[in-house]
Nanobody, 121 residues
Framework: QVQVVETGGGWMQPGGSLTLSCAAS????????MGWYRQAPGKERELVAA???????VYAGSVKGRFTISRDIDKNSIYLQMNSLKPEDTAVYYC???????????????WGQGTQVTVSS
């Protein structure tokens, strides 16, 4: 059984920094890609940043230059360093893991439970 668990988040004043962590664990798999999404109240869930197995990174325009995604391949983990936080970054942040299972060579998406990030003064 696969688990995707996020840690980090919380409250920060504008201009501050926070770091989110996410780890995927469970059955034998290879990570195709992992990423961070967020959903603010009344809005749709949106991609924040993602990183592929080959190391390619993609960022939403609104966070480019402020947020950095990184990974630890051995730990099947990703991190999101969030700098220069703005009130509009307030949202529930979700980790997504696109995993390839060696047993049957199928891929499937998994989501974490979400972690709240609140940016306010």
């Amino acid at each position: 059984q696969v688990q995707v668990v996020e840690t980090g988040g919380g409250w920060m004043q504008p201009g501050g920094s926070l770091t989110l962590s996410c780890a995927a664990s469970g059955s034998s798999f290879t990570v195709n890609a992992m990423g961070w999404y967020r959903q603010a109240p009344g809005k749709e869930r949106e991609l924040v940043a993602a990183i592929t197995r080959s190391g390619d990174e993609v960022y939403a325009g609104s966070v480019k230059g402020r947020f950095t995604i990184s990974r630890d391949i051995d730990k099947n983990s990703i991190y999101l360093q969030m700098n220069s936080l703005k009130p509009e970054d307030t949202a529930v942040y979700y980790c997504n893991a696109d995993l390839l299972f060696s047993a049957n060579l199928t891929s499937r998406d998994y989501w974490g439970q979400g972690t709240q990030v609140t940016v306010s003064s």
